[in-house]
Protein backbone atom coordinates (compact mmCIF):
# COMPACT_ATOMS: atom_id res chain seq x y z
CA UNK A 1 0.00 0.00 0.00
CA UNK A 2 1.35 3.26 -0.66
CA UNK A 3 -0.43 6.47 0.28
CA UNK A 4 0.63 10.29 -0.54
CA UNK A 5 -0.88 13.76 -0.14
CA UNK A 6 -1.49 15.74 -3.74
CA UNK A 7 -0.65 19.48 -3.03
CA UNK A 8 -3.79 21.48 -3.93
CA UNK A 9 -6.30 19.66 -2.63
CA UNK A 10 -9.21 17.61 -4.18
CA UNK A 11 -9.78 19.21 -7.23
CA UNK A 12 -5.73 18.41 -7.96
CA UNK A 13 -6.57 14.93 -6.87
CA UNK A 14 -8.95 14.09 -8.89
CA UNK A 15 -6.87 15.42 -12.18
CA UNK A 16 -4.14 12.90 -10.88
CA UNK A 17 -5.88 10.23 -10.71
CA UNK A 18 -8.24 10.06 -13.76
CA UNK A 19 -4.85 11.30 -15.62
CA UNK A 20 -3.04 8.36 -14.21
CA UNK A 21 -2.04 5.09 -16.21
CA UNK A 22 -0.52 2.76 -13.35
CA UNK A 23 -3.85 2.47 -11.46
CA UNK A 24 -7.62 2.04 -12.11
CA UNK A 25 -9.47 4.55 -10.09
CA UNK A 26 -11.82 2.27 -8.33
CA UNK A 27 -13.12 1.04 -4.63
CA UNK A 28 -11.09 -1.61 -3.21
CA UNK A 29 -12.03 -4.66 -4.67
CA UNK A 30 -10.43 -7.27 -2.47
CA UNK A 31 -8.29 -8.26 -5.65
CA UNK A 32 -4.63 -7.94 -6.27
CA UNK A 33 -4.89 -5.12 -9.11
CA UNK A 34 -3.35 -1.86 -8.91
CA UNK A 35 -6.18 0.56 -7.98
CA UNK A 36 -5.94 3.81 -6.84
CA UNK A 37 -8.91 6.10 -5.01
CA UNK A 38 -9.99 9.11 -3.19
CA UNK A 39 -11.51 8.14 -0.12
CA UNK A 40 -12.87 11.38 0.88
CA UNK A 41 -15.04 11.27 -2.04
CA UNK A 42 -15.66 7.78 -2.26
CA UNK A 43 -15.58 5.38 0.69
CA UNK A 44 -15.93 8.54 3.18
CA UNK A 45 -18.03 10.72 0.83
CA UNK A 46 -21.23 10.82 2.66
CA UNK A 47 -19.16 10.44 6.58
CA UNK A 48 -19.70 14.97 7.78
CA UNK A 49 -16.18 16.42 7.82
CA UNK A 50 -15.78 16.61 11.39
CA UNK A 51 -16.61 13.01 11.86
CA UNK A 52 -13.43 12.07 9.77
CA UNK A 53 -11.13 12.26 12.62
CA UNK A 54 -8.99 14.81 10.49
CA UNK A 55 -8.50 17.49 13.43
CA UNK A 56 -5.41 15.78 14.25
CA UNK A 57 -3.56 15.90 10.87
Known amino acids: MVSFWIRGGAAEANRF ?4 RLFTLSEP ?9 LPAQMTHGSIPE ?4 LETI
Not at 17 to 20: D, F, S
Open 17 to 20: LTAT
Open 29 to 37: LDGVESLAE
Open 50 to 53: PHLG
